[in-house]
T-cell receptor
Framework: KNEVEQSPQNLTAQEGEFITINCSYS?????LHWLQQHPGGGIVSLFM???GKKKHGRLIATINIQEKHSSLHITASHPRDSAVYIC????????????FGTGTRLTIIP | DAGITQSPRHKVTETGTPVTLRCHQT?????MYWYRQDPGHGLRLIHY???????DKGEVSDGYSVSRSKTEDFLLTLESATSSQTSVYFC?????????????FGPGTRLTVL
């Protein structure tokens, strides 16, 4: 079983819909990262969380440390949000290394 | 982008040949990482460095070696490339410390081993 699990693996939605991507992990962590990768593109850091909630524009990330779960929400989704969203965790005492989920492929249809 | 570049960006090579990928950063960050990205596996750590001449193995280090002779450059070498090493390789750095630590990624190198 992977230490970091994301769901769903694939998600297709209409423009304007509210999107939720989930990440569950099974190890003790000091931080959780959400990353975005556009097709054929590089990887961009969206959020780094150790508790609570963060918001940037239409993106919101939350984390529940007790439940070992994080969610990434996109409000008023747009076709340019189509990308792979990757969850990664930094373990406690992990020498700054990250463990990654396999990603969620999001497609927003106009 | 934290000033990270990778070279080459694309490479096609033959089985058994040595290959070296270069990661260069301009902001003097201590930690540097090499990952490979394959369908169904997500990003996996190959090797990382926590300072000049200080490196350690990641989860998929077999068949790879690294060197860091100066802060700005982290080299990944495939001593004798195999088809299973066909992948997209990303370099990354850690900026900040502790709770402010974020990772920033280079643009990637697509390697094909025939």
């Amino acid at each position: 079983k992977n230490e970091v699990e994301q769901s769903p693996q694939n998600l297709t939605a209409q423009e304007g819909e509210f999107i939720t991507i989930n990440c569950s992990y099974s190890v003790g962590i000091s931080a959780l990262h959400w990353l975005q990768q556009h097709p054929g593109g590089g990887i961009v850091s969206l959020f780094m969380l150790s508790s609570g909630k963060k918001k940037h524009g239409r993106l919101i990330a939350t984390i529940n440390i007790q439940e070992k779960h994080s969610s990434l929400h996109i409000t008023a989704s747009h076709p340019r949000d189509s990308a792979v969203y990757i969850c990664a965790v930094r373990r406690n005492f992990g020498n700054e290394k990250l463990t990654f989920g396999t990603g969620t492929r999001l497609t927003i249809i106009p | 982008d934290a000033g990270i570049t990778q070279s080459p960006r694309h490479k096609v090579t033959e089985t058994g040949t040595p290959v070296t990928l270069r990661c260069h950063q301009t902001e003097n960050h201590r930690y540097m990482y090499w990952y490979r990205q394959d369908p169904g596996h997500g990003l996996r750590l190959i090797h990382y460095s926590y300072g000049v001449k200080d490196t350690d193995k990641g989860e998929v280090s077999d068949g790879y070696s690294v060197s860091r002779s100066k802060t700005e450059d982290f080299l990944l070498t495939l001593e004798s490339a195999t088809s299973s090493q066909t992948s997209v390789y990303f370099c990354a750095i850690s900026a900040g410390q502790g709770a402010r630590n974020e990772q920033f990624f280079g643009p990637g190198t697509r390697l094909t081993v025939l």
